[in-house]
């Protein structure tokens, strides 16, 4: 697996495996990998003929109050788990290389509606961030096809709409959520937990499960739901940011008779935001 820094560097390797006839897929993270990236990655090879990877830790998508400067870099360590997961070339660009005249005149791409509300809401500016950096991303890589984790359910929401409000011609893939054995969802963020709160967290999963088990079972009274939810979150020690039912599509607040629906929540546990999602489609066998 090569690694370059450059546009220039990419789009030349990315031509050569073009020119070979090779169909290209492409899975941009932030680094600090895990299991969830590596399963991406797994994905993306398993449908194309070669990967591309991304680690950049965009800053344009952190607000001020945000951890960039905390955010782990771990290059080596994410080199080695890129290339057993059978990546082929990693983009890992400075910030002066994706924005070389600053950002303050950048241009933006936003995707209204789907980043209003849920982590759009307490994250002012932050899907703004994802959908100019995944665009200029997808325009320096021209993949066919790219794969992202549903675990950022809204992410992969704006990220569709982008993609086809924008004609660009590449199909996203949508990858499941990569739980550790207790249902906590991997995060680059439970490297903060410390250990009480790393015990606490998987709380977050066990309260969607119970509420997706209502749902499945036929209770369609949301409001009670969400607040019996939120009641026990704060009881095993989150402070709650929001837990909704959406419709998994439109993310517009769900009615009774959706059938396509998404649970989302996303809580603080000291100083760590954790998000989680169930998505249920009651028409599924
Ligand atoms: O999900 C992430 O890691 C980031 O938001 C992404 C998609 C790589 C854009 O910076």
Not at 8 to 29: D, N, Y
Not at 61 to 80: H, I, M, N, V, W
Not at 253 to 274: K, Q, Y
């Amino acid at each position: 697996m090569n690694t370059v820094k450059t546009v220039r560097e990419l789009r030349a390797a990315v031509a050569r495996a073009r020119s070979e006839g090779k169909r290209i897929g492409f899975v941009p993270t932030m680094g600090n990998l895990h299991s969830g990236h590596a399963a991406l990655v797994t994905k993306a090879a398993q449908r194309v003929d070669f990967v591309v990877a991304s680690i950049f830790v965009n800053p344009l998508q952190f607000g001020p109050s945000e951890d960039l400067d905390k955010y782990p870099r771990t290059l080596a360590a994410d080199q080695e788990k890129l290339l057993q997961a059978g990546c082929h070339l990693l983009f890992a660009p400075t910030v002066e290389e994706m924005y070389p005249d600053g950002m303050d005149g950048q241009t933006r791409v936003s995707v209204p509606q789907l980043s209003e509300g849920l982590c759009g809401a307490s994250r002012p500016g932050h899907f703004e961030g994802v959908a100019t950096v995944v665009s200029k991303l997808f325009n320096m890589v021209q993949p066919d096809l790219a794969v992202f984790g549903q675990k950022d359910f809204q992410q992969l929401a704006v990220i569709r709409a982008l993609v086809r409000d924008l004609n660009m011609p590449i199909q996203i893939i949508g990858e499941p959520t990569v739980r550790a054995d207790d249902g906590l969802a991997l995060s680059s963020r439970n490297g903060y937990l410390n250990e009480a709160q790393r015990d606490t967290a998987p709380a977050l999963y066990r309260v969607l499960s119970e509420m997706a088990e209502s749902i499945r079972q036929g209770q369609r009274d949301y409001p009670a739901m969400i607040a019996r939810g939120q009641a026990q979150l704060a009881t095993a020690g989150f402070r709650p940011d929001y837990l909704e039912i959406r419709h998994a599509l439109t993310l517009r607040p769900a009615a009774a008779e959706d059938r396509d629906v998404v649970i989302l929540a996303a809580a603080v546990l000291g100083a760590t935001r954790l998000i989680d999602n169930l998505h249920l489609n009651l028409d599924d066998k």
